[in-house]
């Protein structure tokens, strides 16, 4: 699976951008995406994450101000970033959850999760 996102870019405080992410087809299931964050000297953090048909999750610094949406069929995750802070500015990066099923020769299922990053897009927020 190859994540490619698109929507970074410079704003400025109190402003808006929204981040776009499409997976590739693969033989990989989807069953989760979404985004994370890394600013400069820090560690990356969650911003959101959609499961198929479960509860969505934010990151604490961002619950009120951004929205995670997906489009299942097209496999494309967004995020729509409002009243943008400079402690927003940070790298997003693209985040999906895979999962395939394989059976063994007697029938017997295993199932197999896998993580998949994008290469991150940058968002700056100017004061």
């Known amino acids: 699976v190859q994540l490619q996102a698109s929507g970074g870019g410079l704003v400025q405080t109190g402003g808006s951008l929204k981040l776009s992410c499409a997976a590739s087809?693969?033989?990989?299931?989807?069953?989760?995406m979404g985004w994370y964050r890394q600013a400069p000297g820090k560690q990356r953090e969650l911003v959101a994450t959609k499961p198929n048909g479960g509860v969505t999750n934010y990151g604490d610094s961002v619950k009120g101000r951004f929205t995670i949406s997906r489009d299942g069929a097209k496999n494309t995750v967004y995020l729509q970033m409002d009243s943008l802070k400079p402690e927003d500015t940070a790298v997003y990066y693209c985040?999906?959850?895979?999962?395939?099923?394989?059976?063994?020769?007697?029938?017997?299922?295993?199932?197999?999760?896998?993580?998949?990053w994008g290469k991150g897009t940058q968002v700056t927020v100017s004061s």
């Open positions: 985040y999906a959850r895979g999962s395939r099923v394989e059976y063994s020769d007697s029938g017997e299922p295993s199932v197999y999760g896998m993580d998949y």
């Open positions: 087809e693969s033989d990989w299931s989807i069953i989760a």
